[in-house]
């Protein structure tokens, strides 16, 4: 299993960005995908999550309405489009997968970071 996070980055509080989390070597279409992040002296949380064929997400509370959570199947891919970024979105975003009704442990990526400052 291997998850490759890009799109992190310096935005300005208010501004948008991008995050996609590339995935490979298992069907990436029997997977949950979990997007968590972890800010500067802050436990790991979970931000968002969709089920395997993409038909139900899920939020933590503070990001609900700013941040949407998708997958492309065909591409192995699954992204968070995160607007209205605030100063306390600043983290090390990490994906994750799990198998869909699986109750061990998932995978992790590497994680990238994003950093909300003017």
């Known amino acids: 299993v291997q998850l490759v996070e890009s799109g992190g980055g310096l935005v300005q509080p208010g501004g948008s960005l991008r995050l996609s989390c590339a995935a490979s070597?298992?069907?990436?279409?029997?997977?949950?995908m979990k997007w968590y992040r972890q800010g500067p002296g802050k436990e790991r949380e979970l931000v968002a999550s969709?089920?395997?064929?993409?038909?139900?997400?899920d939020y933590t509370h503070s990001v609900k309405g700013r941040f949407t959570i998708s997958r492309d199947n065909a591409k192995n891919t699954t992204y968070l489009q995160m607007n209205s970024l605030k100063p306390e979105d600043t983290a090390v975003y990490y994906c994750?997968?799990?198998?869909?009704?699986?109750?061990?442990?998932?995978?992790w990526g590497q994680g990238t970071q994003v950093t909300v400052s003017s």
């Open positions: 994750y997968a799990i198998l869909e009704g699986w109750k061990g442990r998932g995978s």
């Open positions: 070597g298992f069907i990436f279409s029997a997977y949950v």
């Open positions: 969709i089920t395997s064929n993409g038909r139900s997400t």
